[in-house]
């Protein structure tokens, strides 16, 4: 009798072999042991080693799942019970339930393929017989004008897109739905000429699709919405290992949070190739997984200025930081009317974490940061601020509606004007009034140095840059006079 630590190691195991299309003794070779060992693993009457659940774990591109189901083996515990989305009667947003939902992205150096695979659970009373897809690209994330310039002279088309897809192996066909410059829609449909393949109730089945882009108009990044009841949800990243990769990632919750992700990307050297592997159970619905990458040998013609020698400003530019100068910066921020364009704003928000990550790539925050959507070119009221500690804080319709008679001045930077940094006065506490996701309204004081950091995003949308706060004649300083990088703010009293 096997207890449930073993169950779960071996149901563990097995999904990743589904997912990844290996047999048994194909794993069993690339993990270098006997053709029967996997076998009788995953038959109970053997008892895995740690080796052979790391090997298996790299081997998979796992993202340590099947490691942490082995630690608890060896801990002697089960996994966590959780409720099965798939069980007959259960109730879900939908009807259809992704079990294991996993994506590939390979490039060349020139061209991204994705391929994407779903294991889908058919929890209705209906049988379903077509699933919708979305393809979606941005060459230049925080910079949509530019972006939108760039694809109506260069249009995404199905030509180059080389769009497959099956359903457990069988090729099927597709509809468009929608067919724009940097999107398209469409239902991907379970039958070909030679025959239908309905998804019926209480069956799953595999479904995989694949797509070419070209690095020219993909875009370092790659993301992922929970539309639908997911139970697992995986990410494999492939590059040359000559480009110098690393990867990060943002997770933006229902509430819009916007977050580091929870479970470690894992990385792996190969011949001449660097894989990335994460995945995460359970994703909350409506949750956005975003991760990001840049190539740290890359020369691509978009990079104008070199990082041993730019400018502070130009760092940020760079990383899709919009400067003094560009009218958006200037007017009050467009308002979300919520909750009806949550998911908008769930969107602004992802890009927002996305832009502080690339910011945090080129430069220290030791007093904390703070982005704001016009910052990345985007007229909407939303905006961060990630306290020195790392912890984020969403800010969707704020205004300030209450200042303390008690102030402090001191030296401020911007993202937009990153070359010079300003003496500014601002209240020592603040109370905002802003919005939940769901619509809710909340009012919150802050107080020395997280007051200056709201305060500063806030005035963003409304169009104010720090100067417009500055004392009478005081101008701002080079930041190679400022000495107080890398350091957080001073209080007295010891805060």
């Given at each position: 009798?096997?207890?449930?630590?073993?169950?779960?190691?071996?149901?563990?195991?097995?999904?990743?072999?589904?997912?990844?299309?290996?047999?048994?003794?194909?794993?069993?070779?690339?993990?270098?042991?006997?053709?029967?060992?996997?076998?009788?693993?995953?038959?109970?009457?053997?008892?895995?080693?740690?080796?052979?659940?790391?090997?298996?774990?790299?081997?998979?591109?796992?993202?340590?799942?099947?490691?942490?189901?082995?630690?608890?083996?060896?801990?002697?515990?089960?996994?966590?019970?959780?409720?099965?989305?798939?069980?007959?009667?259960?109730?879900?947003?939908?009807?259809?339930?992704?079990?294991?939902?996993?994506?590939?992205?390979?490039?060349?150096?020139?061209?991204?393929?994705?391929?994407?695979?779903?294991?889908?659970?058919?929890?209705?009373?209906?049988?379903?017989?077509?699933?919708?897809?979305?393809?979606?690209?941005?060459?230049?994330?925080?910079?949509?004008?530019?972006?939108?310039?760039?694809?109506?002279?260069?249009?995404?088309?199905?030509?180059?897109?080389?769009?497959?897809?099956?359903?457990?192996?069988?090729?099927?066909?597709?509809?468009?739905?929608?067919?724009?410059?940097?999107?398209?829609?469409?239902?991907?449909?379970?039958?070909?000429?030679?025959?239908?393949?309905?998804?019926?109730?209480?069956?799953?089945?595999?479904?995989?699709?694949?797509?070419?882009?070209?690095?020219?108009?993909?875009?370092?990044?790659?993301?992922?919405?929970?539309?639908?009841?997911?139970?697992?949800?995986?990410?494999?990243?492939?590059?040359?290992?000559?480009?110098?990769?690393?990867?990060?990632?943002?997770?933006?919750t229902m509430t819009a949070a916007a977050l580091p992700f929870r479970?470690?990307?894992?990385?792996?050297?190969?011949?001449?190739?660097?894989?990335?592997?994460?995945?995460?159970?359970?994703?909350?619905?409506?949750?956005?997984?975003?991760?990001?990458?840049?190539?740290?040998?890359?020369?691509?013609?978009?990079?104008?200025?070199?990082?041993?020698?730019?400018?502070?400003?130009?760092?940020?530019?760079?990383?899709?930081?919009?400067?003094?100068?560009?009218?958006?910066?200037?007017?009050?921020?467009?308002?979300?009317?919520?909750?009806?364009?949550?998911?908008?704003?769930?969107?602004?928000?992802?890009?927002?974490?996305?832009?502080?990550?690339?910011?945090?790539?080129?430069?220290?925050?030791?007093?904390?940061?703070?982005?704001?959507?016009?910052?990345?070119?985007?007229?909407?009221?939303?905006?961060?601020?990630?306290?020195?500690?790392?912890?984020?804080?969403?800010?969707?319709?704020?205004?300030?509606?209450?200042?303390?008679?008690?102030?402090?001045?001191?030296?401020?930077?911007?993202?937009?004007?990153?070359?010079?940094?300003g003496m500014v006065p601002r209240p020592m506490a603040i109370s905002?009034?802003?919005?939940?996701?769901?619509?809710?309204?909340?009012?919150?004081?802050?107080?020395?140095?997280?007051?200056?950091?709201?305060?500063?995003?806030?005035?963003?949308?409304?169009?104010?840059?720090?100067?417009?706060?500055?004392?009478?004649?005081?101008?701002?300083?080079?930041?190679?006079?400022?000495?107080?990088?890398?350091?957080?703010?001073?209080?007295?009293?010891?805060?």
């Amino acid at each position: 009798m096997t207890t449930e630590a073993e169950d779960a190691f071996r149901a563990e195991l097995k999904r990743w072999r589904d997912v990844r299309g290996r047999s048994q003794s194909a794993l069993a070779r690339e993990v270098g042991y006997g053709p029967s060992y996997v076998s009788k693993v995953e038959g109970g009457t053997q008892r895995p080693s740690e080796a052979f659940a790391l090997a298996a774990d790299r081997v998979l591109q796992a993202g340590g799942s099947i490691a942490h189901a082995h630690r608890e083996l060896s801990a002697g515990r089960g996994a966590v019970p959780r409720q099965q989305a798939s069980e007959p009667g259960a109730p879900h947003e939908s009807s259809l339930i992704v079990r294991h939902e996993d994506t590939r992205l390979h490039f060349d150096g020139a061209v991204y393929r994705a391929t994407q695979r779903r294991e889908l659970y058919n929890d209705s009373p209906d049988p379903i017989t077509r699933y919708l897809i979305r393809i979606s690209v941005d060459r230049y994330p925080g910079d949509p004008e530019r972006s939108n310039e760039h694809y109506r002279a260069n249009p995404l088309t199905w030509e180059e897109i080389d769009l497959t897809a099956t359903v457990d192996g069988e090729p099927i066909g597709w509809k468009i739905q929608h067919d724009r410059d940097a999107f398209k829609e469409l239902w991907l449909l379970f039958e070909n000429a030679h025959g239908r393949y309905p998804l019926y109730p209480g069956e799953s089945v595999w479904l995989e699709y694949s797509y070419t882009v070209g690095a020219d108009k993909w875009g370092t990044w790659f993301q992922r919405a929970v539309r639908l009841p997911t139970e697992r949800l995986s990410v494999q990243l492939d590059f040359p290992s000559a480009l110098a990769p690393k990867v990060w990632g943002t997770e933006t919750t229902m509430t819009a949070a916007a977050l580091p992700f929870r479970t470690a990307i894992t990385r792996t050297e190969g011949p001449g190739r660097t894989l990335f592997a994460w995945s995460t159970d359970d994703p909350p619905l409506h949750a956005r997984y975003r991760l990001e990458w840049k190539f740290r040998s890359s020369n691509t013609e978009e990079e104008t200025t070199d990082t041993m020698t730019a400018t502070a400003s130009e760092k940020m530019r760079s990383v899709g930081m919009v400067q003094e100068g560009d009218p958006i910066l200037e007017k009050p921020a467009q308002r979300f009317t919520l909750p009806d364009e949550a998911e908008d704003a769930r969107r602004v928000v992802a890009e927002l974490g996305s832009a502080a990550e690339r910011a945090a790539e080129v430069h220290v925050f030791g007093k904390g940061m703070g982005v704001a959507a016009p910052q990345i070119g985007i007229d909407r009221a939303a905006a961060i601020v990630r306290t020195p500690e790392g912890e984020t804080l969403t800010l969707l319709n704020p205004r300030i509606i209450e200042e303390s008679t008690e102030t402090d001045e001191q030296y401020e930077g911007c993202l937009s004007f990153f070359d010079v940094r300003g003496m500014v006065p601002r209240p020592m506490a603040i109370s905002v009034e802003h919005q939940d996701i769901d619509g809710t309204v909340r009012i919150t004081m802050f107080e020395r140095g997280m007051a200056r950091l709201v305060a500063h995003e806030v005035d963003h949308l409304h169009g104010l840059l720090y100067r417009a706060r500055m004392r009478p004649g005081v101008q701002p300083i080079p930041v190679s006079q400022y000495k107080g990088t890398g350091s957080q703010w001073q209080y007295g009293g010891g805060k």
